[in-house]
C-alpha cells in the first residue's frame, strides 16, 4: 500500500512538472546520455511545428542535420560537461539565444541535459544623463525582417547593407508579392535618413489626376475643391528621410518630368504654386514591369529611368527559391498562431505540397494562404485543408512522367530556357546575350522551339 501511494506520488510529481514546462514561456527539451531527446515542451512543439511523439526517442543530431537549428549546442556541452549558451538560427529564419545545462551523476558522467532557448532582447537600456551622441553611436542595425535561407537572397541582405549608408537613388525589381516594399523599408532603417520618415505609396493605386497633388501638394486655391490652406505632398512630408515610390512604371509623362526635377535639383514646384521647394529625401523606386523595354517604347522617360537605376535591386520569385517555403511557412504559422492565440501545427506532407507549388503570387500568396490555415483548421493543418490549387498542382506533377533518356532531359531542359528567354526578351540577340549563346545558336534554337509564340 505504502509502495503505491509513493508510485502515485511520483506520478504526480511527473505530471505536474510536465504541465509547469509546458507552460513556460522559453521552449524547453531535454536530453539523456546517448543524445536522445527524453521531453520537449509545447513551446517546442510549435516553434518547430512537430508533434511530442515525432520528436521523442530521436536523437538531436537527427534535427540538426535538417536544419531546424544552427550550430548544434550538444557537442560542446559534452564536451565541456558544463553549461554553455551560443546563438542559434532556425530553420524557419528566426534567432535564438540557448543555454544547455548538464546534469551529472557522482562519476561526474552527463545523465542528462536541459535545454532552454529563447528569442534574442535587443531592447537597449538608456540613462537619464546619457547624451543623445553617444546615444545615436550606440544604434546597432535592425534584424533583417526578411526570412530566408537562400544564399542568394543572403547576398542581397549584404548588399542592401552596402548601400543604405549611401543617398543614390535605389530601383527595386520583382515580381507582385515579392516584398519589394519591405526591401525598401530595410534599406531605409539602414540608412542615415532613419531617424526621419519612411512614406510609401502605390502609383497604380491612386487616379493619375490626383496622384500629381498626393505627391507634390498643392498651393492654396490651385483647383476647383482644393483646400483653402493648401495641400503637402508626400515629397515634402518625406524631408530628410525616404520615399517609397511603388510601381513607378504607372506614373504619367507629366508627373515622370517632375519627379526627374526633384532627384537632379532637389527640388519641385508644387500644383498651381509659383515658388520652388528645396528638399532632401532619398527615393526607392520598385516595379514589376521591365521598364527598358518601355524606354525602348517611349513610354517611360530614358533619362528618368537611369536616374532611377543608379542602383538596381532584383528580388527573386519564390518558385527561384524553394529552399525560403519552409521556413517562410513557419514564420507565417508563428505569426498567426500568435495573433489570434492558438496552437496550429502542419504536416510534413502539407509542406512537400507547398514546396512543389509555384506559388504565382509568391510570399504574399504564401502569407495568406497561412492566415486563411491558421483561421480554418483546427490542431494540425493536413493536406485536405490546403487550397485546390495546390493539390492539384501537386497532382499533376506526380503524374507527369519524366524524360526516357539523357538526351530528352537534356532537351527538355533547353526547351525551357530557350522558350523562358525569348517570351521575355523576344529578339535573337537579347536571347544571346541572356543566356550567354552566339547570336546563330540562339536563332536556331528559337526556330526549333518557339515557332508557337507570336
Known amino acids: ?69 544552427t550550430p548544434s549546442i550538444v557537442p560542446l556541452v559534452f564536451q565541456e560537461k558544463k553549461a554553455v549558451t551560443i546563438k542559434q538560427t532556425t530553420y524557419y529564419g528566426g534567432e535564438l539565444v540557448t543555454t544547455a545545462i548538464p546534469l551529472l551523476n557522482t562519476a561526474q558522467e552527463i545523465e542528462l541535459v536541459v535545454i532552454t532557448a529563447h528569442e534574442p532582447n535587443y531592447k537597449r537600456i538608456s540613462y537619464p544623463n546619457e547624451q543623445r551622441n553617444q546615444e545615436d553611436n550606440d544604434i546597432h ?62 502609383c497604380a493605386a491612386i487616379p493619375e489626376e490626383l496622384l500629381e497633388s498626393e505627391l507634390f501638394g498643392y498651393s492654396q486655391g490651385a483647383f476647383t475643391g482644393a483646400s483653402k490652406a493648401g495641400k503637402i505632398g508626400l515629397i515634402e512630408s518625406a524631408h530628410n528621410g525616404t520615399l517609397f515610390l511603388d510601381e513607378i512604371g504607372e506614373i504619367s509623362p507629366k508627373i515622370q518630368a517632375k519627379l526627374l526635377q526633384v532627384i537632379q535639383e532637389r527640388q519641385f514646384l508644387p500644383v498651381g504654386g509659383r515658388e520652388m521647394k528645396k528638399v532632401n529625401i532619398r527615393i526607392i523606386t520598385a516595379t514589376n514591369r521591365n521598364l527598358l523595354d518601355m524606354v525602348e517604347k517611349k513610354l517611360f522617360r530614358e533619362d528618368l529611368y537611369y536616374r532611377l537605376n543608379v542602383i538596381e535591386i532584383k528580388i527573386p520569385p519564390l518558385r527561384e527559391r524553394a529552399e525560403d517555403i519552409i521556413p517562410l511557412t513557419y514564420y507565417f504559422l508563428n505569426k498567426f498562431n500568435h495573433k489570434y492565440g492558438v496552437d496550429r501545427l502542419i504536416s510534413q506532407e502539407c509542406l512537400d505540397l507547398m514546396v512543389g507549388y509555384s506559388w504565382p503570387g509568391n510570399v504574399r500568396q504564401l502569407e495568406n494562404i497561412m492566415e486563411r490555415l491558421v483561421v480554418t483548421t483546427d490542431s494540425m493543418i493536413g493536406v485536405q485543408d490546403l487550397p485546390e490549387m495546390i493539390y492539384q498542382q501537386a497532382k499533376v506533377h506526380s503524374h507527369s512522367s519524366f524524360p526516357a533518356s539523357f538526351d530528352e532531359a537534356v532537351e527538355k531542359i533547353e526547351r525551357e530556357l530557350i522558350v523562358n528567354s525569348y517570351k521575355k526578351w523576344g529578339s535573337s540577340r537579347k536571347v544571346a546575350n541572356d543566356l550567354h549563346l552566339s547570336q546563330t545558336r540562339a536563332s536556331k534554337l528559337i526556330r526549333k522551339y518557339c515557332q508557337h509564340i507570336d
Open 141 to 202: 542595425a535592425p534584424e533583417s525582417p526578411i526570412v530566408t535561407n537562400c544564399e542568394k537572397m543572403k547576398n542581397l541582405l549584404a548588399f542592401c547593407s552596402k548601400i543604405a549608408s549611401v543617398d543614390s537613388t535605389i530601383l527595386i525589381q520583382g515580381e507582385s508579392g515579392t516584398g519589394k516594399g519591405v526591401f525598401a523599408q530595410y534599406i531605409h532603417s539602414l540608412s542615415q535618413q532613419r531617424s526621419g520618415p519612411f512614406l510609401a505609396i502605390n
Open 1 to 69: 500500500m505504502q509502495k503505491e501511494m509513493y508510485h502515485h506520488t511520483i506520478e504526480m510529481r511527473i505530471d505536474m512538472l510536465e504541465k509547469i514546462l509546458d507552460n513556460a514561456s522559453n521552449e524547453i527539451y531535454v536530453l539523456d546520455e546517448n543524445r536522445r531527446i527524453v521531453f520537449c515542451n509545447k513551446v517546442f512543439e510549435n516553434h518547430y511545428g512537430l508533434k511530442r511523439s515525432e520528436v521523442i526517442g530521436k536523437a538531436n543530431e537527427e534535427f540538426f542535420k535538417q536544419g531546424y537549428w
